[in-house]
């Protein structure tokens, strides 16, 4: 039957294809696709890991002392009994021949089908016996792992959840395009689907501007975000279709929804195509006003796609994803110095802006989705606060970013401040990693310092940080988030996530305007920037450059090609000075006028 879910749209585009369920096993689950003449080995290591356990449990039957309370003996029959169930051997089969799913992939989806069979029955103590599948599945899985301890242990669901995704490299020969579908997965774990197989993704929590969003419009396949119930609902192995330019995901779609989407996808292609011509068309507005369209990227590899689209830039490189994922093993001076060179040398001789790290939040160092130890974490140790708590962490990073300036036009930018004390410590820093550098007469280069206004403190005192800044960069994300006290992580409240409220419109005015004043280069790096129904607004407040996702310059290009400024200022005014912005956008979107 054809259902659809309803949840954020986040990366656009059309995918059709396979939902892939993430397991909440507490293994560890390798996903990898075997060789025809590997399906009877792989049906074969199932079946030794079950005669393991069947041998396990049968002799602990056997010890059982006398005194053991009945319920003991009993579970040991139930686990016994599901342990030679039919549907869980013949299902697993069918993984393995059918989808050539290797031996854990196939069993932990397995799991999965039955367990649902359980969640349906009526009778709760057969509801129950989920919980003695779901052990004796990991005892299982556990001896296919070589880990003939096969008792549970308990650890992170979460960070066990993101069942090794590298196992799923692009590479493989896919027939049937997969679709992932996961409760949750960390901006950290996401990185690693840049180069894997999905075609697709949705997940139940989630903001709009979530970093697990962002980086999921990196990986430029469509995703949904925050939809909620998807992971319950989704089965595995369901045909669905991800619309992730409505924010909707259709489930066991009918052929006349098939066809629809179709013709969506093929219009898609077309659309792309025809904006792809733009791309070595100049930024430059009616009237005859240059506009700079830079990127956001995540890794140095990402710089490809930045030049791809013509981006004559990178206004933010988010440094933290060099951190990140590694256990809270920090990346070195070498390794950084070697990834900031890669990102400048990607870029062929155009400037870099380089971010120094910002993790905490939605954003924490390993593999957990988020910093649940603190009691606020969007308003605790994060981005330069944790940069200062760690002077020597932070000197590393500072002396990698400079070094890295000898070879490229490098910017540094620095996240999160709001302070006048934060400020001078950060400059005073960035003295002393040159101090450093000279001191072991390493080669550094000059670098242009930036500050980003992402808290509403930051804006409204613009101009002290005019002061001690070359240029700002509006942090619109964090702005918005700050402004309105709306945790952009959490779907529950992205309703209320409003990047056209007159406050916020009113911080980002007024930071532009200051800097024109004073005569200093501004940018916006958030979501903001690359939201084409935003970019006649953003020009008509004197908005001239433009950092986002490689994957929006083309469509920000068109709008910009599109509008005469001169028209624009006075419109905008209006749209600021309005109680409802987003009526006067609509109602100038609907007039056509330029
Ligand atoms: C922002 O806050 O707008 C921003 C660009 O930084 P991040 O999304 O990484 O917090
Ligand atoms: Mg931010």
Known sequence: ?????????????????????????????????????????????????????????????????????????????????????????????????????????????QLEVVARQFDEMEDPYLRERKGDLEQVVERILRHLKGDHNGLP????????????????????????????????????????????????FVTDVGGKTSHTAIVAKSLDIPAVVGARTASHLIRQDDWIIVDGDAGVVIIDPSPIILDEYSFKQRQAKVDRERLSRLRHRPATTLDEQPVELLA????????????????????????????MGRDGQLPDEAEQYRAYCAAVEGMKGLP?????????????????SK??????????????????????????????I????????????????????????????????????????????????????????????????????????IGTNDLIQYTLAIDRADEQVAHLYDPLHPAVLRLVADTISACRQAGKSVSICGEMAGDPAMTKLLLG??????????????????????????????WAQDVICSDDPSLLLEQHRNSKSV
């Not at 990227?297 to 689209?309: G, L, R």
Request: aromatic share 6%; hydrophobic share 45%; charged share 20%.
């Open 541 to 570: 407040l004197g908005l001239r450059s433009f950092s986002m996702h490689p994957t929006q310059i083309l469509s920000v290009k068109q709008e910009i090609l599109r509008a005469d400024t001169q028209l624009l200022q006075k």
């Open 296 to 323: 956001n990227i995540e890794m140095p590899e990402d710089t490809k796609t930045a030049i791809s689209v013509g981006a004559v830039g990178v206004g933010l490189f988010r440094s933290e994803f060099l951190f």
């Open 402 to 473: 400079l070094r890295a300036a000898a070879k490229g036009q490098v910017n540094l930018l620095i996240p999160m401040l709001a302070h006048a004390r934060e400020i001078q410590q950060t400059l005073s820093l960035i003295k002393t990693a040159q101090h450093q550098l000279d001191a072991k007469g390493e080669v550094y280069g000059p670098v242009k310092v930036g500050a980003m206004i992402e808290i509403p403190a930051a804006a409204i005192s613009v101009r002290m940080f005019l002061k001690y800044f070359d240029f700002l960069s």
């Open 371 to 400: 910093d649940e130890s603190h009691l606020n974490p969007a308003l605790g140790l994060r981005a330069i606060r944790w940069s200062l708590s760690e002077p020597g962490m932070f000197l590393t990073q500072l002396r990698a």
């Open 352 to 368: 870099v802006t380089i971010r120094t790290v910002d993790v905490g939040a939605d954003k924490s160092l390993d593999r957990t």
């Open 153 to 200: 242990q308990r650890g992170s669901v979460e960070a066990n959840e993101l069942v090794q995704q590298q196992d799923l490299l692009a590479g493989e020969q896919l027939e049937v395009p997969l679709i992932l579908v996961a409760h949750d997965l960390s901006p950290a774990d996401l990185l690693q689907f840049k180069q894997s197989v999905f075609t697709g």
């Open 1 to 109: 039957m054809t259902f659809s879910i309803h949840g954020l749209a986040v990366a656009r585009g059309i995918a059709v294809g396979r939902a892939v369920l993430v397991a909440s096993s507490r293994v560890d689950v390798a996903h990898y696709f075997i060789a025809t003449d590997q399906v009877e080995s792989e049906i074969q290591r199932v079946v030794d890991a079950r005669e393991c356990v069947i041998e396990e449990i049968n002799k602990l039957q056997q010890t059982l002392p006398k005194d053991a309370p009945p319920e003991l003996a009993a579970l040991l029959d139930v686990h016994m009994m599901l342990l030679q169930d039919e549907m869980l051997a013949s299902g697993i089969n069918t993984w393995v021949r059918e989808r050539s799913y290797n031996a854990e992939w196939a069993l932990s989806s």
